[in-house]
C-alpha cells in the first residue's frame, strides 16, 4: 500500500482501528505481543501510571527493548498529568527519565500534558531537548498553540479541538489523530483541510511529509 494514498492517523489506542472502507495507517500506543506485528507503534510510561513504577531503571530497560523494534518510532505517550492524583514530583521524574532515553534512542516523543505547561516547558528548557516533541490531543487555546509552536513543538489534533488553535497550527507543524475516538479519521482530514485551505489530499501529504520529518529528525524548510 502507497502511504501516501493512505490516511495518517498519529496516534490510537486501537490496534484494529478500522474507518469503513478507508485506507489507514494507524500509529498505536500498545506494544504488541506478536513478534509478526506489522504497524508502527510506541511505547513509553504514560503519567498515569507513573505511580505503579517501582525500580525506574527496569521500567527505561523495558522501554529500551520496545524500541528497539523497527516499528517502534517514538517515545510515548510520556508526559504530565496534574488533574490525576500522581505525585507531581513522581511525574517530573519519570517524564524526565524518559525524555532522556528517547535523547539516547534519537527517537521522537509523544507528549501528553494536562494542566502542567509551566512544568512541561520548565523540563524541555532544562534538558535541553533535540529530538522532535508532538503534543497529542492537543485542544488548548491559540495562544497556548503559538507559544509550543514558537519553541518548535509540533501539534497533533483530535476530534475534540480548539479550531482556531488548529487554524493557526502551521501545516508542517500539525498532525492528526483519532485517539480512543470512533470518529472517521477521514472527516478529520477534512476539517482541518477546509481551515487550511487545502484539499484532502493536500493535508495528506503534507501529514506525511511531518512524519519522515520527525523520524529523521530534519523538519520541513520554513519551520
Same mark, same amino acid.
Given at each position: 500500500?502507497n502511504?501516501?494514498?493512505?490516511?495518517?492517523?498519529?496516534?490510537?489506542h486501537?490496534l484494529?482501528h478500522?474507518q469503513?472502507?478507508?485506507?489507514? =495507517?494507524?500509529?498505536?500506543?500498545?506494544?504488541?505481543?506478536?513478534?509478526?506485528f506489522?504497524?508502527w507503534?510506541t511505547?513509553? =510510561?504514560?503519567?498515569w501510571?507513573?505511580?505503579d =513504577?517501582?525500580d525506574?531503571?527496569?521500567a527505561?530497560?523495558?522501554i529500551?527493548?520496545q524500541?528497539?523494534?523497527?516499528?517502534?518510532?517514538?517515545i510515548?505517550?510520556?508526559?504530565?498529568?496534574y488533574c490525576?492524583?500522581?505525585?507531581k514530583?513522581?511525574?517530573?521524574q519519570i517524564?524526565?527519565s524518559?525524555?532522556?532515553l528517547?535523547e539516547q534512542l534519537?527517537?521522537p516523543?509523544?507528549?501528553?500534558?494536562v494542566?502542567? +505547561?509551566n512544568?512541561?516547558?520548565?523540563?524541555?528548557?532544562?534538558?535541553s531537548?533535540?529530538v522532535p516533541?508532538?503534543?497529542h490531543?492537543?485542544?488548548?487555546?491559540?495562544?497556548?498553540a503559538?507559544?509550543?509552536?514558537?519553541k518548535?513543538?509540533?501539534?497533533?489534533f483530535g476530534?475534540?479541538?480548539?479550531?482556531?488553535?488548529l487554524?493557526i497550527?502551521p501545516?508542517?507543524r500539525l498532525?492528526l489523530e483519532?485517539d480512543?475516538d470512533?470518529?472517521?479519521?477521514?472527516?478529520l482530514?477534512?476539517?482541518?483541510?477546509?481551515l487550511?485551505?487545502?484539499s484532502t489530499?493536500?493535508?495528506?501529504?503534507?501529514c +506525511?511529509r511531518?512524519f519522515?520529518?520527525?523520524?529523521?529528525?530534519?523538519?520541513e524548510k520554513g519551520?
Open positions: 500500500m502511504p501516501r494514498m493512505t490516511y495518517l492517523n498519529f496516534h490510537t486501537r484494529s478500522t469503513d472502507e478507508t485506507p489507514v =495507517i494507524n500509529l498505536s500506543t500498545a506494544c504488541p505481543i506478536d513478534s509478526d506489522k504497524e507503534y511505547t513509553g =510510561i504514560h503519567p501510571s507513573a505511580a =513504577i517501582t525506574i531503571e527496569k527505561l530497560h523495558e529500551r527493548q524500541a528497539s523494534v523497527p516499528q517502534c518510532v517514538a510515548g505517550e510520556i508526559g504530565l498529568d490525576k492524583p500522581v505525585p514530583d513522581i511525574q517530573k517524564f524526565a524518559q525524555i532522556q528517547a534519537n527517537l516523543i509523544i507528549i501528553h500534558c494542566k502542567a +505547561w512544568d512541561l516547558l520548565d523540563i524541555h528548557k532544562r534538558l531537548v533535540n516533541c508532538i503534543v490531543g492537543f485542544r488548548g487555546k491559540p495562544e497556548l503559538s507559544q509550543l509552536i514558537k518548535k513543538f509540533y501539534l497533533s476530534v475534540r479541538h480548539n479550531p482556531e488553535s487554524k497550527c501545516v508542517n498532525f483519532t480512543e470512533e470518529y472517521p479519521i477521514a472527516a482530514y477534512q476539517t482541518a483541510a477546509v487550511h485551505a487545502l489530499e493536500e493535508m495528506k501529504a503534507q +506525511w511531518n519522515q520529518a520527525i523520524k529523521t529528525g530534519k523538519p519551520i
